[in-house]
């Protein structure tokens, strides 16, 4: 690849090797945060070598191994358990390899952390839930604890429900592996056939999402239960705004541009430059009435509605392209 006029060493020569390392590829999310990656990678003439995720730490910790192999000057970690990577991240960094983690607490002060305010993603998607059902409902609740994404969407969750003593938790649920949806799904039957009364589902995952959507059309229930998440694709678009769909909002970044921050926050580091320790991209609320009136069908369309959607200002410089497509 050709390097970039004007840019630091080594990009200036073009061809640094970058290695990115997932934990989950599997679903829209990750794969258009991989494309945002990729796109951002060629724009900088990075050699960027992917490692696909399978929900297998042994192997997520063996691919961090053969990076550091490789010779490669950046490493970003996508998701995964500390606990099964923590030591070979460190190996990485005394080796000089410039490591940033996507969504896994790594604890490490040389490894910044880019996240999508989870936060403020779980309380857009809250407050909406609040606004369509008022305060008193019995939810279900889809989690699976050790995902820093998730762990920080649950402390909203966990505040939330102390400040509305009237929404009523009455079912949680959850699996994270590669048939996501599916087995969510299954679960959320269970879980409406023993409660009858849920109204409300909080699900921050579009796989958890679709999941529960699944369930409650088979259940024949969709016209009784709402369903708030997290994330967005052109197939959850789809799934949000056609007729009678329970999934009424969900709060999301655009995946492809937290794909692309990872990538230039790794390279500013290999160039030399200050990172800062948490790397946030913003998320909006997107209801399915927005959605509908707007007429947006893809992601395509939501990033011409929204200019915002398609671009972020963090980490970057005046030697990195500011347009990703
Ligand atoms: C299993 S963790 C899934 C989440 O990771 C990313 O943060 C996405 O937003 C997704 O919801």
């Known amino acids: 690849a050709a390097g970039i006029e004007g840019a630091p060493s080594p990009f200036d020569k073009g061809g640094v090797k970058i290695a990115l390392?997932?934990?989950?590829?599997?679903?829209?999310?990750?794969?258009?945060?991989?494309?945002?990656?990729?796109?951002?990678?060629n724009q900088l003439g990075i050699d960027l070598r992917i490692f696909p995720g399978k929900q297998n730490a042994a192997e997520q910790r063996e691919q961090i191994q053969q990076a550091i192999n490789l010779g490669v000057k950046g490493i970003v970690i996508d998701h995964g358990l500390p606990e099964s990577i923590g030591d070979v991240v460190q190996q990485a960094v005394d080796a000089g390899i410039k490591v940033v983690a996507f969504d896994v607490n790594l604890n490490n002060p040389a490894v910044p952390q880019v996240e999508q305010s989870d936060h403020e993603l779980a309380r857009l998607a809250l407050e909406q839930a609040v606004k369509d059902n008022g305060g008193s409902f019995k939810a279900g609740y889809v989690y699976v604890a050790g995902f820093a994404p998730l762990d920080r969407r649950n402390e909203t969750w966990e505040k939330f429900k102390s400040e509305n003593p009237a929404v009523v938790e009455k079912a949680r649920f959850g699996v994270v592996s590669d048939t996501t949806a599916t087995s969510t799904s299954d679960q959320a039957k269970a879980a409406f056939t023993a409660n009858r009364d849920i109204k409300v589902v909080f699900a921050p995952y579009d796989e958890f999402a679709r999941g529960v959507k699944l369930a409650a059309r088979d259940l024949g229930i969709a016209d009784k239960v709402k369903i708030y998440s997290a994330d967005v694709s052109t197939a959850d678009i789809q799934e949000i705004t056609e007729d009678g769909s329970p999934w009424v909002a969900t709060a999301a970044t655009n995946p492809a541009v937290v794909g692309a921050v990872s990538i230039r926050a790794v390279a500013l580091k290999v160039a030399g430059a200050d990172v800062p320790l948490q790397i946030v991209v913003k998320p909006v609320l997107l209801t399915q009435t927005a959605l509908r009136e707007a007429g947006v069908k893809t992601i395509e369309d939501l990033a011409a509605k929204l200019p915002s959607f398609s671009t972020s200002d963090a980490v970057t410089a005046d030697w990195i392209p500011a347009k990703l497509f």
Do not use: H, T
């Open 21 to 41: 390392i997932s934990y989950i590829s599997a679903g829209d999310f990750f794969q258009s945060y991989q494309a945002g990656a990729k796109a951002q990678a």
